[in-house]
């Protein structure tokens, strides 16, 4: 059971970058899957979770419109795209899913990928 974060990189501020999370060795197509992310010096918090059946998304607030989270069970993948990057979203992204959406909301998923690491610059 794996999920494979990929995706980061550096960007310039305004710019944008797609994230994918790829899951194997389960089904993902029953998993509500969320991104988290975690700035230097700064406790992880949630940034998006789409349920799984993707009828539903939620957004942190402070994203205020600029991210996008979808799913391509077809592909076991999950994406977050990200638009009009700011300095403010530098930090390691991790996905992760749970069968149970409280769960990810919780922030207390029963699987979790590596992180992949977004900088950007000014």
């Known amino acids: 059971v794996q999920l494979q974060a990929s995706g980061g990189g550096l960007v310039q501020a305004g710019g944008s970058l797609r994230l994918s999370c790829a899951a194997s060795g389960f089904t993902v197509n029953y998993y509500s899957v969320g991104w988290f992310r975690q700035a230097p010096g700064k406790e992880r918090e949630w940034v998006s979770i789409?349920?799984?059946?993707?009828?539903?998304?939620y957004y942190a607030e402070s994203l205020e419109g600029r991210f996008t989270i979808s799913r391509d069970d077809a592909k076991t993948t999950v994406y977050l795209e990200m638009n009009d990057l700011r300095l403010e979203d530098t930090a390691v992204y991790y996905c992760?899913?749970?069968?149970?959406?409280?769960?990810?909301?919780?922030?207390?998923?029963?699987?979790w990928g590596q992180g992949t690491l977004v900088t950007v610059s000014s």
């Open positions: 789409i349920d799984l059946l993707g009828d539903n998304t």
């Open positions: 992760a899913a749970d069968t149970g959406l409280w769960a990810v909301i919780a922030g207390t998923p029963q699987y």
